[in-house]
């Protein structure tokens, strides 16, 4: 196999190895990579460079009978500089080198041998996920610090990151990237894999670990370990990347066949405390940044919870199939907030949702920040309130006959504990607004359609070029029922 061509013998390399490699990086000046592509692959459009393919035959596993494959990405388009590749093989540490007599370049017109001096510019696992007959893709790092999972019967969507740097800071966001994994591999039964990255940008360095075990839901075990060369304004934890187009709450301003588009529909908060939050995505006019204070949070995650094709129409996309990414903290995390950034999109190709944490007391220059999570990858079965969970979000105008100035939210929940309420039970809609809204009514009736109950929300904005912040939720007597909705109105 091409890839394999050096060993180096070393002592059962670990975490602790790239942690001491990120800490010696933290101590020298950021140099930044300068792009290394040749003209033939610098001129390619994006679909261009879609054709450039891994050959599977080239796979270092491929012959070895295990129940993972291995499969790279060429460098090219947006992914300019090569990331190093090892693989860890008992006490050994060998060398992934890129040979683009591995890669089909489709109908490019380019000569592998003038790509020699390139690199690999991310990679992606391989398992049988779906269907024994067939190693699916399930996992891939690709770009700065970006990695994608899937579990069973999943398609790509949202995107996790290593980390981000000054979100939505005016100074601009930095993108820290990861320069080197170290892949152990796996024995024959075995059901994970283990991979090293080292991450480095002009403010950080880390080391992270990834232990994937791919299934109905896909769980990656991260650990990392952060190194600051310089303080930084903002960091954010376990970050996911989503798109939000439009949907049930926020209908296309063009004409289309498709109801809704979006790789994600929500962003849902378990809270130190005990409640569950549920805020739905919104395509904003201009930036829209928020936030949850909470310490140590149960979790957080961009949720897809609309699962009906009917509801998308989609037969390429097929987004009722993208995932949910959930975040469970390992340990205490801490005092801090779970920070949602929405970005205007004018189409589906952006990804203009970001969510992430971030901790009340930032790491000090020089010194280890640890930090650990389980990222889930989910479609069935994804975290939800153990109460009921909004279903959908609608948003009209509050006229029925005469038009007027209110504004209409029709707000479903949906769960077990709706199952053991007398019929004759009556609920109470809780809802707040803030000062730029005046509450008009709201009330809670029974849904005899879903089994679950609706919320119904009339209110007037006081000032068009400002939002209006709402919550609430089902109370039956003195007993909360569901999740908090907490909801933005976007200015005009």
Not at 330 to 356: C, F, H, M, S
Not at 414 to 439: C, R
Request: with cysteine; aromatic share 12%.
């Amino acid at each position: 196999m091409a890839c394999l061509l050096t060993s180096v013998q070393a002592s059962a390399f670990g975490f602790n190895d790239v942690a001491q490699r990120a800490k010696e990086l933290s101590g020298k000046a950021f140099v930044k990579p300068a792009s290394n592509l040749p003209k033939e692959i610098d001129d390619l459009t994006f679909e261009q460079y879609k054709d450039i393919r891994f050959k599977p035959e080239k796979s270092p596993w491929r012959n070895a009978k295990l129940p993972y494959d291995l499969a790279f990405f060429h460098e090219g388009h947006l992914f300019d500089q090569p990331v190093k590749m090892h693989e860890i093989v008992g006490d050994s540490v060998r060398d992934l080198r890129f040979d683009p007599n591995d890669f089909n370049y489709g109908a490019n017109k380019i000569d592998p041998r003038k790509m020699r001096t390139l690199g690999f510019a991310g990679f992606r696992v391989h398992y049988p996920l779906n269907s024994s007959s067939y190693k699916d893709e399930v996992l891939s790092f690709l770009g700065a610090s970006y990695f994608r999972g899937l579990g069973k019967d999943q398609q790509y969507g949202l995107s996790a990151r290593g980390l981000a740097v000054d979100t939505a800071l005016n100074s601009g966001e930095e993108f820290p990237q990861f320069v080197e994994f170290w892949i152990d591999r796996p024995k024959a039964g075995d059901k994970q894999i283990t991979i090293y990255a080292l991450l480095n940008s002009r403010r950080v360095t880390g080391a992270y670990s990834f232990i994937m075990k791919p299934g109905v839901d896909t769980a990656v075990e991260v650990k990392a370990q952060l190194y600051l060369r310089e303080n930084v304004t903002k960091l954010g934890i376990a970050p996911l990347t989503s798109m939000f187009f439009y949907g049930k709450n926020q209908r296309s301003q063009t004409e289309d066949y498709r109801p809704e588009v979006h790789d994600s529909d929500g962003l849902l908060v378990a809270s130190g405390t005990g409640e569950w939050i549920w805020r739905p995505l919104v395509n904003p006019k201009r930036l829209l940044v928020t936030s949850y204070t909470t310490s140590n949070p149960v979790g957080f995650g961009l949720m897809q919870r609309e699962r009906n094709f009917a509801s998308y129409q989609d037969l390429d996309a097929r987004y009722e199939k993208r995932p949910s990414a959930w975040v469970q903290p390992k340990g205490r995390w801490g005092a801090g907030r779970v920070e949602l950034v929405q970005i205007p999109t004018p189409d589906e190709t952006n990804d203009n949702i970001v969510a992430y944490w971030v901790p009340d007391t930032p790491p000090k220059v020089g010194q280890p920040f640890n930090i650990a999570y389980t990222l889930l990858w989910q479609k069935d079965g994804e975290k939800s309130s153990p109460l009921s969970s909004v279903t959908q979000t609608r948003r009209g105008s509050g006229f029925q006959l005469k038009p007027d100035d209110s504004i209409n939210l029709l707000v479903d929940f949906e769960g077990p504990v709706f199952k053991k309420l007398a019929s004759t039970m009556k609920l109470d809609a809780i809802v707040s607004v803030d000062d730029n809204a005046k509450l008009l009514s709201s009330d809670a009736v029974r849904n005899e359609a879903t089994g679950g109950w609706r919320m119904h929300i009339k209110l007037r904005r006081n000032e068009d070029n400002k939002p209006v912040e709402l919550r609430g939720f089902l109370r039956g007597g003195n007993t909360t029922l569901s999740e908090t909705w907490s909801y933005i109105l976007p200015p005009n």
